[in-house]
């Protein structure tokens, strides 16, 4: 092989390799940007979600389909608990029976067409040696999973304590080891529904978080 053809083959491979090597930095780098924008929308989804949720207390008639109910209900069941147990029962109120049970029981159901009575099993929930359970804690955490999903499906719900455990349970014929945890109206918001001025009202984290 002449000198001019050896050099003009080193060239050729040359050319070929940084091609290579550049292409490769630009996919580095696409992929890099990429993750970053993922993740980014993934942070400020879940951010624009918190933001969106406020507690509704108007609703509208309109009925709730039942594909969003399976999945506020599907968003619960993901949810962890104390030791796995999974020791939530959830009653989806929706019959007219039902709702007018409920709305006698409390004024916070707000006319919701669905009403979530969230409650646990004490024959199944993780209980410490000193008598205290994660029941409320289990259903809290069950019940944020559905709130926000029902927020991500355009719903609004509203967390409600204000009733009697004993009362509900006696009127809807609970088995005595399901215990009420709170209550969740839920539905499509009534046009004028509006979040209430707590809602605006959040303390800075200077007065809720303390790094030690
Ligand atoms: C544990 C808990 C219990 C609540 N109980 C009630 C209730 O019984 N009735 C009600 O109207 N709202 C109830 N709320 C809703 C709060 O008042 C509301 O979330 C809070 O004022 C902040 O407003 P926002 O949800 O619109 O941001 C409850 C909320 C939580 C977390």
């Known amino acids: 092989?002449?000198?001019?053809e050896k050099s003009s083959t080193f060239a050729a491979v040359m050319k070929k390799l940084i091609f290579f090597a550049?292409?490769?930095i630009g996919f580095a780098a696409c992929s890099n940007s990429n993750d970053k924008m993922v993740n980014e929308q993934m942070v400020n989804g879940f951010m624009n979600l918190a933001r969106e949720r406020y507690a509704v207390r108007e609703y509208a008639d309109t009925p709730v389909e039942a594909f969003k109910l399976d999945s506020i209900l599907?968003?619960?069941r993901l949810a962890p608990?104390?030791?796995n147990v999974q020791p939530q029962h959830i009653y989806v109120l929706q019959s007219p029976e039902a709702i007018a049970k409920i709305n006698a029981l409390t004024p916070c159901a707000y006319g919701a067409p669905v009403v979530f009575l969230v409650c646990y099993d004490a024959d199944q929930v993780w209980t410490k040696e000193d008598?205290?359970?994660s029941g409320d804690m289990d259903c809290s955490i069950v019940g944020t999973h559905m709130m926000m999903e029902a927020t991500e499906l355009g719903l609004g719900t509203c967390w409600v304590k204000y009733f009697d455990p004993a009362e509900v349970a006696e009127a809807f014929e609970l088995p005595t080891n399901h215990k009420p945890s709170f209550l969740m109206p839920c539905?499509?918001?009534a046009e004028n529904a509006k979040p209430s001025d707590k809602h605006f009202s959040r303390k800075p984290l200077t007065e809720t978080v303390t790094y030690k």
Do not use: I, Q, R, V
């Open 22 to 24: 550049l292409a490769a």
């Open 187 to 189: 539905g499509y918001a």
């Open 1 to 4: 092989m002449h000198m001019s």
């Open 81 to 83: 608990t104390a030791k």
């Open 74 to 76: 599907e968003a619960g």
């Open 131 to 133: 008598g205290t359970n």
